[in-house]
């Protein structure tokens, strides 16, 4: 996989993130030839437009947890739709920038008050989202560890 490590304190430019793709990859990608649901489909393809390093990144993801864990093709469109929101809330920000206030602010969007969730059934969304930006983060700045376990978490998910 081509990916760069980034350690906590390191932020990649702009320049680097863009020279480094292969548009004819993305442009062929596996995600827009799947039976992924549609909607899926159209995310990836406008974050693919918007930050292809973003698409990339996310590709190689789901490789990586296709590899490690085998996961389903409802998990793999539910990680990559939920990882396409979190990039367009922040106006598809690189994922090596993001911060741990951009995150709590976009999981901040998610959560209901009391007088419009009684049932409290935005909890449940807010943390099937932030289950799934922990594993992601921890996957991007920890990618030569073999043991998904054993990966630390980033200051942006602290």
Same mark, same amino acid.
């Given at each position: ?13 702009? $320049? ?9 990859? /993305? ?5 827009? %030839? ?64 993001? %911060? ?21 059934? $935005?909890?449940? %969304? ?7 930006? /922990? ?24």
């Amino acid at each position: 996989m081509d990916r760069t490590q980034v350690s906590s304190g390191e932020k990649m430019r702009s $320049s680097e993130q863009t020279s480094s793709l292969d548009s004819t990859c /993305l442009t062929s990608d596996y995600f827009l %030839t799947t039976n992924l649901p549609g909607y899926v489909n159209r995310l990836y393809r406008e974050l693919t437009e918007m930050n292809p390093y973003n698409a990339k990144t996310i590709r190689n993801y789901i490789e990586a947890e296709k590899v490690e864990i085998n996961i389903k093709e409802s998990t793999m469109a539910d990680k990559i739709k939920k990882l396409c929101w979190l990039s367009r809330y922040l106006n598809h920000k690189s994922v090596t920038n993001m %911060t741990k206030q951009d995150i709590v602010d976009y999981l901040g969007g998610v959560r209901k008050p009391e007088s419009e969730d009684p049932g409290h059934r $935005s909890i449940g %969304t807010y943390n099937g989202i932030r289950i799934v930006l /922990l594993k992601f983060f921890r996957w991007l700045y920890n990618p030569d560890e073999p043991d998904h376990h054993k990966r630390t978490t980033p200051p942006c998910m602290n």
